[in-house]
């Protein structure tokens, strides 16, 4: 039985009346509970939140069918929400990419301070805007990679720097980790 189910049904709580504490449609909720969905992460700590702690979100992910990688949320607001690594080599790319020719490519210390940057803008959009997952990241991402473009040697058009932004998040987001070549 999912631990969600469990925990309604030992507090005798209805999913409608546990949907709308949460924020979340009866639907979404029987999707996660059907194991066919995966709670998007601020969802999954709400649940975790309005439960106690008694559905943990290691329950809640690993209820999941499928082998996609699912982000786990923190444990405390100041920890991120996003691997910075990861993030980091889907800059890469990107930058690689919008950067001119003649420009030098961006220092390995100038990357590890744009993924953190981009995490923690990540993370105060979150209680900003309604934008979620890739959406979000790119929304992160379009400055970071614009600040980096200034400092290598120039910077793309805005239609360019968008398509970026949607790449990167894209390579991010992706079921497959990014592996080095």
Excluded: C, W
């Amino acid at each position: 039985m999912h631990p969600l189910k469990r925990y309604l049904h030992d507090v005798e709580e209805r999913v409608q009346d546990f949907a709308d504490r949460v924020g979340v449609s009866r639907q979404t909720l029987y999707r996660i509970i059907a194991g066919v969905q995966a709670p998007k992460p601020l969802l999954a700590r709400r649940i975790a939140e309005a439960t106690g702690g008694a559905v943990s979100l290691a329950a809640l992910y690993g209820e999941v069918r499928g082998g996609a990688d699912i982000l786990a949320m923190p444990a405390t607001p100041e920890e991120a929400l996003l691997d910075a690594s990861r993030l980091r080599l889907a800059m890469a790319v990107v930058i690689n990419h919008l950067r001119p020719e003649e420009a030098a490519p961006a220092a390995p210390e100038t990357l590890d301070i744009a993924a953190e940057a981009t995490v923690n803008t990540y993370a105060a959009l979150s209680r900003l805007t309604t934008r979620q997952g890739p959406a979000r990241l790119a929304q992160a991402l379009r400055p970071v990679l614009e600040e980096i473009l200034k400092e290598t040697g120039g910077v793309p058009s805005l239609s360019a720097l968008d398509r970026g932004a949607e790449l990167a998040s894209e390579l991010y987001f992706q079921d497959r980790p990014l592996q080095r070549r």
